[in-house]
């Protein structure tokens, strides 16, 4: 299996996993692929590092592996830049707007916000799928 970071004219970005690059273009050809947030069809792969053992050793020294506290804050700085990108921040609107979205009052899409304790325990109760998540200041988060 290979993995394709891919991506819709509405540059929604999601994975694919294929048998093959073929298979990835053969499925595209066939208008198969779909983006699973818009359902737009016309879908491309993103450019990706390689992964995998280097062909050589770098000359030199062996490179030292990166500690794992600064590989996770990498992790996670890198997960709250794609929520970061992939909503759209409704700010002190966000219970009123996830009913509304739960009730097809609203467009279908991905929002974040800010919710009390109670707010947040009162969406649960009415079945609307929430996640509370508080994100650390950064200055180039949005």
Same mark, same amino acid.
């Given at each position: 299996?290979?993995?394709?970071?891919?991506?819709?004219?509405?540059?929604?970005?999601?994975?694919g996993w294929f048998a093959s690059s073929d298979d990835f273009e053969s499925q595209k050809?066939?208008?198969?692929?779909s983006c699973p947030i818009c359902s737009g069809s016309s879908i491309e792969k993103l450019?990706?590092?390689?992964?995998?053992?280097?062909?050589?050793?770098?000359?030199?020294?062996?490179?030292?592996?990166?500690?794992?506290?600064?590989?996770?804050? %990498?992790? =996670?700085? &890198?997960?709250?830049?794609? @929520?970061?990108?992939?909503?759209?921040?409704?700010?002190? /609107?966000?219970?009123?707007?996830?009913?509304?979205?739960?009730?097809?009052e609203a467009a279908q899409r991905n929002i974040r916000g800010l919710a009390t304790g109670?707010?947040? %325990?009162? =969406?649960? &109760?009415?079945?609307?799928? @929430?996640?509370?998540?508080?994100?650390?200041?950064?200055? /180039?988060?949005?």
């Amino acid at each position: 299996m290979i993995v394709f970071e891919l991506i819709c004219p509405d540059r929604h970005r999601f994975e694919g996993w294929f048998a093959s690059s073929d298979d990835f273009e053969s499925q595209k050809s066939r208008g198969l692929l779909s983006c699973p947030i818009c359902s737009g069809s016309s879908i491309e792969k993103l450019l990706t590092a390689k992964i995998g053992k280097p062909e050589a050793e770098p000359a030199g020294e062996k490179a030292q592996p990166a500690p794992a506290q600064a590989a996770l804050a %990498r992790n =996670l700085n &890198e997960l709250i830049d794609y @929520v970061l990108l992939n909503t759209e921040n409704v700010g002190e /609107d966000f219970p009123a707007e996830a009913r509304r979205i739960h009730h097809k009052e609203a467009a279908q899409r991905n929002i974040r916000g800010l919710a009390t304790g109670e707010e947040t %325990r009162e =969406l649960l &109760e009415e079945g609307i799928a @929430v996640m509370p998540w508080p994100v650390p200041r950064r200055k /180039d988060w949005h």
